[in-house]
């Protein structure tokens, strides 16, 4: 027992590595073997898996060098170690019975080798087995057995609940054979009866399996609709984007976006930060209806995403996230068949500051592209990327850190840019330009790699075929109204955020919509585009027009020409906003607290506050606004997210969190 148990944990372990660094370059500890398999039996049952929570097993490892190798395999070794003491001392009381059993009608020397091997064997198998369906299950089987749209949460069901039993049956086969062994050469063949245990076990869990399969429910047929690639860039604020009218070339891909499909002149978001504008973007519901205003919530399962509504019409869904904010737990990976929040993410604040990630994200989508277009392309895609690098700290790699600025010889960086005291709103002028250079650089580095993605889809022959959407959770600001980095007003320079569609069929090259729109608005016009019906229950319905709206009209030009329906904006709910392609409204929400409006077409910068000037529009927009948040708010409860400590720290050392 002491040779096994170790081995056991160690064999489990390399099958682990195997299985979750080589394929998808890192991981953590709580993927790998027994411990995926009960999470995803507990996302089958709609129930949140604890251990996500507890360090250091949620730890996630980069595999980037020997090291990093080596701590994932650390925590592997540990995690299984963990798993088989587990699976050890929960059956150590059946194990018991047996072996007194065995005593009794094969003598102590049966007992003997069930105690010294056979038992031993059966925890590695038991360990080992869920491992060995993860590897292989996650590519080959689960494209060949489970398309169904319940996606993730039921992926290798069938497999998974065989499993167990196949292992049960296959314990009770070799203890018949021990049981009928009377003599001690008849305990010669227990070597070989553990090997048909093992034999059995998958092959009940292969008939489990396909049971399963042929009494599911057939997948939807295949659409005939294009593929969607959905690019979120975070913290990229419109005007700086070529296309836009900014002075630097720092977006040649997005500009070619724009040239060959549509841009939107004033897409606006629901609030300035990640989570609640990326929850808005794939629900189709604003920040005060879903209710994931602050830290510490999670996106209610009632609550129907695109990815569940395409996954339902037959599409392939997958997405590939780089950001802390864009983790699953936060109900990100409802719909998704493939989620991955690990393998780009950095676990702590030093590395989600200091990453560069778009690298790693490219190679990513690449791949599963290759896998996609090798596959058949049975299936179109809706493909979620969320990239990272504008987000500060504004470090791009050479040549970018001096593209924009190559004459500055001072002394600042775009390193510890929220927190850095070195930078503040009384700077010198020449110190700030250089900072803004550096965003702007990191803007023009993450646009190079949305130009191989999009290069990618064309070597694959699939440009075209593809509504390629790109946008934006928000802006950064460099003290235009006292503050830095974003997260704390809502004013333009981060509410404003780039939207470019691209889908030659149905969207003209060179169409430039001047009519204000949101990010609210998105998700029910990619469904237009694709032919997917809006089924009931997808985003919210509200008198007067004001609820998600889908753009195509605008992209075809059948829509009549006029304003379009008001934004809304929200902060924390404490700040909230009403924006209209002239009027912008302000306030918070205290009884007593001041409001700002501004005249945008004669103030775009807002910097005259005209709320004391007696003008009607103010208590037109308060009432609007509390219209709005009475009818449109609290669709749905948020769940309580238990956050464990290193994200926690992460998001601190990030500046979003005290």
Not at 366 to 381: E, I, V
Not at 538 to 564: H, K, V
Not at 616 to 638: C, H, M, T, V, Y
Request: charged share 20%.
């Amino acid at each position: 027992m002491l040779f096994y148990a170790p081995a056991a944990a160690a064999f489990g372990a390399l099958i682990d590595i195997v299985g979750v660094a080589w394929r998808h370059g890192g991981g953590r500890a709580y993927q790998t073997g027994i411990f995926w398999l009960a999470e995803q039996l507990l996302y089958g049952f709609g129930v949140r898996p604890p251990w996500p929570a507890a360090a250091p097993l949620a730890h996630y490892h980069p595999v980037e060098s020997a090291g990093e190798g080596a701590a994932l395999a650390a925590a592997a070794l540990i995690a299984n170690a963990a798993a088989g003491l587990l699976l050890a001392l929960l059956s150590a009381p059946v194990a018991l019975v047996l072996g007194k059993r065995l005593a009794a009608r094969g003598g102590e020397a049966c007992e003997r080798r069930f105690w010294e091997r056979a038992y031993p064997a059966a925890v590695l198998v038991a360990l080992t087995l869920p491992g060995l369906v993860h590897v292989f299950g996650d590519s080959a089987m689960a494209r060949t057995i489970s398309e169904s749209p319940a996606g993730r949460a039921w992926l290798l069901g069938p497999v998974k609940l065989g499993t167990a039993p196949a292992l049960l049956a296959g314990v009770v086969v070799w203890w018949l054979l021990c049981f009928r062994a009377r003599s001690e050469g008849a305990l010669r063949f227990t070597g070989k009866a553990l090997f048909g245990t093992c034999v059995l076990a998958l092959a009940l869990s292969g008939i489990v399996a396909a049971a399963g399969w042929l009494g599911r429910p057939a997948p939807p047929e295949a659409p005939a609709g294009p593929n969607i690639l959905l690019i979120s860039i975070d913290s990229l604020r419109s005007d700086h984007v070529h296309a836009y009218g900014y002075h630097r070339e720092t977006t040649p891909a997005l500009d070619r976006l724009a040239r060959e499909g549509a841009l939107f002149r004033q897409a606006v978001a629901p609030t300035t930060w990640t989570l609640p504008s990326h929850l808005t973007m794939l629900t189709a519901l604003p920040p005060h209806a879903h209710q994931v205003i602050r830290d510490g919530r999670s996106l209610d399962p009632q609550a129907l995403t695109l990815a569940e509504v395409l996954s339902a019409a037959g599409y392939e869904t997958a997405a590939f996230v780089s950001g802390p904010y864009l983790r699953a737990e936060y109900g990100f990976s409802q719909g998704f068949q493939h989620y991955d929040d690990y393998t780009v993410t950095g676990s702590s604040a030093e590395a989600s500051h200091r990453a560069i990630t778009s690298p790693a994200l490219v190679r990513l989508v690449s791949s599963w592209l290759r896998q996609w277009d090798g596959g058949g392309r049975r299936r179109p895609f809706f493909l979620f990327v969320h990239m990272w690098d504008v987000h500060y700290d504004y470090i791009p790699p050479p040549p970018y850190d001096t593209l924009f600025d190559p004459e500055y010889h001072g002394s600042i960086d775009g390193r510890d840019f929220e927190r850095s005291g070195r930078v503040h709103a009384g700077m010198d002028p020449r110190d700030l330009e250089h900072v803004i250079a550096l965003y702007d650089g990191e803007i023009r580095y993450t646009d190079g790699h949305i130009g191989r993605m999009l290069k990618e889809l064309e070597g694959i022959g699939a440009l075209d075929n593809t509504v390629v959407a790109v946008t934006a959770d928000h802006g950064d600001e460099f003290f235009e109204h006292g503050k830095k980095g974003h997260r704390n007003n809502l004013y333009d320079t981060t509410l404003l955020v780039p939207l470019i569609m691209r889908y030659p069929p149905k969207v003209r090259a060179g169409t430039l919509v001047q009519e204000q729109v949101r990010l609210l608005d998105l998700a029910p016009t990619l469904l237009s585009l694709a032919g997917v019906e809006k089924p009931p229950g997808f985003g919210f319905e509200i008198a007067a027009g004001m609820g998600p709206r889908d753009l195509t009209p605008l992209l075809a030009g059948q829509a009549e020409a006029g304003p379009g329906p008001p934004a809304f904006g929200d902060l924390h709910g404490k700040l909230a906003c009403v924006r209209t392609g002239k009027w912008k409204f302000i306030t918070r929400l205290a009884r007593t607290a001041p409001v700002e409006l501004y005249d945008l077409e004669a103030d775009p910068a807002e910097q005259t506050n005209l709320a004391d000037r007696g003008l009607p529009e103010a208590d037109r927009f308060s009432e609007l606004l509390s219209f709005w948040r009475r009818f449109a708010g609290n669709r749905l409860q948020p769940r309580r997210l238990e956050i464990d400590e290193r994200h926690l720290e992460s998001l601190r050392g990030l500046g979003y969190i005290q």
